[in-house]
Structures are given as C-alpha cells and as structure tokens.
C-alpha cells in the first residue's frame, strides 16, 4: 500500500486525498489552516455566497423596469432595500464552515487521516509535522497562496483589509477603495457597489480586468461607470494609510483617494516559505511558486504540487485537477495531462465573464488564424424579456474544419453558460454540431446556437 503524504487541505489536497484513497493509499493529510483551504474558509466560498446577496440587490435594482413595485409606494424597489452585513457575513461564515465539515466528513469516510500542524519536507520522502515524522511513498505539496501587501500598507483588520478579512465587518462601509482591478478586485469592487457602497476601483491598467477579454472588460467597465462606480485607471497605488476613522489611498502621481474602508487585491503569493523544498530538491520559480509539469510533477522524483502554489492557473478547479492528476500519476491509474487549453473559469462580476479556450488577444497577436464571431444579447429574445442588455456570446473555430476552439460569455450566470462551450472545446466539436443541437426558445443559449450559425457561414 503507497504512502502518501499531502501537505495542506485546500482542494488540490482534499480532491487528492480522495482519489489516492480510493486508488488504495494510505492517506495522511497535514493541514495547519482547516479542511479545505482557502477556497473554502477565505476565498472562493465565501467571496461567491457574499456575491451572491449582491446579485440579488442588483435584480431587485433592476426589477423596476418589469413591472415589479413594493409596497411602500416607492416606485423605484431599489429604495425599499437593505443589506444587513453583519447577516450576510454570518451567513458566509457560517456556510464556509458547513462546506469544510462536510468535506471533513468524506475524508473520514475515505480513511483519510487528517493532522493539524505545518508540514516540511526532510528530504523527498519524510515529512515532518511538528515531532513527527512521515515516511512517504508519494508527497504532495498544496499549500495554497495568501493575499499579497503593498509594502507599508499592511492590513489592520478594520479599515485596511485583505480578502480574507472582510467578512468580520458588521457595517457597510460608506466608501470602499479597492486597490487593484484583477479578478479579485473587480469582483469584489461589483458586489459591494450591488450591496450599496460608493466605491472608488484603483486600477493600474488602462482598464480594469487587464487579463480578461478585452471586449468583456469594456462591457464590465461601462456597466460599472453607469451604476455610479468610479473606475481610476492608469493609477498605481503607492501606499495605503489608515487615518482616523478612514484611509487615504496615495498614488504614485502624488494624488491621494479618501475612503471609510480600502480593500487591498494586488496579487497572491505562494505559501512555499520555511518548507525546506529547495533543499529536498524541489524547484521553485523566482516568485517563489513550484515548478510543476503537466501531470504535477515537481523536480524532486515522488513529490508532486496542485493548487496555487503551482501559480497555475489559479483556481480552485484546476487545483482539484492538478491533485487528482498527481494521484493518478503516482499510484499507476489511467492520467490525462493537465489541458489548459480546456479549462473553463468565471469572474463573478455582475455581469458575469466565463471563458474556455483560445483568446482574442491571441489572435489579434497573430498567434492564431481562427474566425471570431460576437453576438450580443441585445438581440436575444430571453435577455429583452429579462431586461438584460449588457453583454455577448462570442466563439472562435478554426477555419476549414469549424472546429470550436474557444469562447467567451458576459451575462448573468455566464458561469453557467460557460459549460456547453467548454464541451464543444473539449470533445473538439465543429460549429455545424453545436448549430444543430437544439436550444430551447427562448433562451440566452440560443445565443450560443446563433453565433455557431454565424460561423459556418464564415467557415
């Protein structure tokens, strides 16, 4: 029976614990921040159940123009309504703990022995935890990431804030300055302005979302301009300072941003520190993540490493890939290599913005000759009924063959529009397929269908 040994519990290291258990390994998991990680406890979990009180506030901002009305007389719902934060981050809290308990379950029922404590390694195959010593067939690394600090900056919990800090606020805050317009911030600088803050998003771009499809990120910053959201691009934050009850935000050209409340969303950097992994032989990149291969593989022969600290793209799906890949690899099942080309993800803004595969900025580089087509849902029948008029369905194929290759969606719950997408990429699926796959009528999907017509009329 294989040994292994998986250093953190996040979902590259509970979804591999799982899968070694289940291949017949002994199974120990050393975790020193709690079942589940920081997607379940800090990050993805919570952030997405704080997101989703915000997607209600903005339907009910919306509701207006359907007909809906309140009671009050008010013709405008959006006036009648509240966030109650204090509710809202109790509710947060409470389902981040109900997810790592039941995670903690399915361990003990695939025999997998948990111990609280940070892991080293001593060598490839010994980790030690505390005074204890163990001796490993097959380690694997997943220690996850933290939120980067600006330097001089740092967070006090109250005023200054990193991601992980803002669900023990009880107030609202009057005036959120998010300092950084990744993922991240963009995320979080659209639910609170849902929730009812002024917010004030500092981006060091000339637009926010930088790495995202530039066409979506337009969509995004002009629905964010019209809601009142004040977008400062091409403005670097130099420090952030608490100054009574609010901050001051001072940028690099010498202005200053005055805020109640600043939430700092400048990056992640690897928990890889104080683990003796150079020293048993395992490569690290100069910013410190673990240098993996396609199946997990670190330089050090037995050691594996999913999840964040791989700075592979990191999201919580492909860190649960990367530790269920790893397993497989290590105890002889059937592995498929790690496809980035397949993997799919979601910024929860409102609108949302899913992607899977080829980019537009790689075309427009000239990294590839495949055809683009952009629908808007402007024409779409189900988005007129629901009052959305915001966003797109867009799809790239490859000419001669219209093999899909890529796609992006920006609308509500794009993240579930994302997947039938994500299978045309995947199952290497023509254009012509997906247009004659039935879609429902009326429905955003048919978008989908529509754009694919569009393209074997191009192909």
């Known amino acids: 029976m294989a040994r292994v040994v998986i250093i953190g519990g996040g979902p590259g290291g509970y979804e591999a614990a799982s899968a070694a258990a289940q291949l017949g390994g002994e199974v120990t998991v050393v975790d020193s921040g709690g079942i589940g990680g920081s997607a379940v406890l800090t990050d993805c979990v919570p952030?997405?159940?704080?997101?989703?009180?915000?997607e209600v506030m903005t339907e009910v901002e919306e509701a207006g123009e359907l007909g809906v009305r309140l009671d009050d007389g008010d013709e405008d719902p959006a006036n009648s309504v509240r966030v109650d934060l204090s509710v809202v981050n109790q509710r947060v809290k409470a389902l981040a703990a109900a997810q790592s308990s039941g995670i903690g379950r399915r361990l003990d029922r695939d025999k997998v022995r948990v111990i609280q404590g940070r892991g080293r390694l001593d060598g490839p195959e010994t980790?030690?935890?505390?005074?204890?010593?163990?001796?490993?067939?097959?380690?694997?690394?997943?220690?996850?990431?933290?939120?980067?600090?600006?330097?001089?900056?740092?967070?006090?919990?109250?005023?200054?804030l990193t991601w992980e800090q803002v669900y023990e606020l009880s107030e609202l805050p009057e005036r959120l300055i998010v300092v950084g317009s990744g993922v991240t911030g963009a995320e979080f600088a659209s639910a609170y302005d849902a929730l009812g803050s002024d917010v004030v998003l500092v981006s060091s771009r000339d637009r926010v979302l930088p790495g995202e499809d530039a066409d979506a990120a337009a969509v995004l910053e002009d629905v964010f301009k019209r809601r009142g959201l004040t977008v400062l691009s091409k403005s670097r934050a130099e420090s952030v300072q608490r100054r009574g009850d609010g901050v001051v935000v001072t940028l690099t050209d010498g202005r200053t941003v005055e805020g109640s409340h600043a939430l700092l969303a400048v990056g992640s950097l690897p928990n890889t520190d104080d683990m003796n992994l150079v020293e048993s032989g395992v490569s690290l990149t100069d910013g410190g993540f673990v240098q993996v291969d396609r199946v997990s593989r670190t330089t050090a022969r037995g050691?594996?490493?999913?999840?964040?600290?791989?700075?592979?793209?990191?999201?919580?799906?492909?860190?649960?890939?990367?530790g269920r890949i790893a397993m497989a690899h290590a105890l002889g099942d059937a592995v498929t290599p790690l496809d980035q080309s397949t993997v799919s993800a979601n910024v929860f803004t409102a609108p949302e913005i899913a992607t899977v595969g080829l980019t537009q900025a790689v075309v427009d580089a000239g990294g590839s000759t495949a055809l683009v087509v952009k629908v808007p849902l402007a024409d779409n029948a189900r988005a007129k009924m629901q009052g959305v008029r915001d966003g797109f369905v867009k799809l790239f194929c490859l000419p001669n063959t219209g093999i899909v290759v890529g796609g992006v969606v920006v609308a509500p719950r794009a993240s579930e529009l994302i997947h039938p997408i994500s299978l045309a990429v995947g199952a290497r699926l023509t254009v012509d397929q997906v247009a004659q796959s039935f879609t429902v009528y009326p429905s955003i999907t048919g978008s989908i269908a529509e754009a694919a017509r569009r393209l074997h009329l191009r192909n």
Do not use: F, H
């Open 127 to 160: 980790v030690v935890v505390g005074d204890e010593r163990l001796d490993a067939d097959v380690v694997l690394i997943a220690t996850g990431a933290r939120p980067r600090i600006l330097k001089g900056s740092e967070p006090d919990g109250e005023r200054i």
């Open 303 to 322: 050691v594996y490493a999913a999840g964040d600290c791989t700075g592979v793209l990191m999201l919580a799906s492909v860190a649960a890939m990367q």
């Open 47 to 54: 952030s997405k159940t704080l997101i989703a009180t915000a």
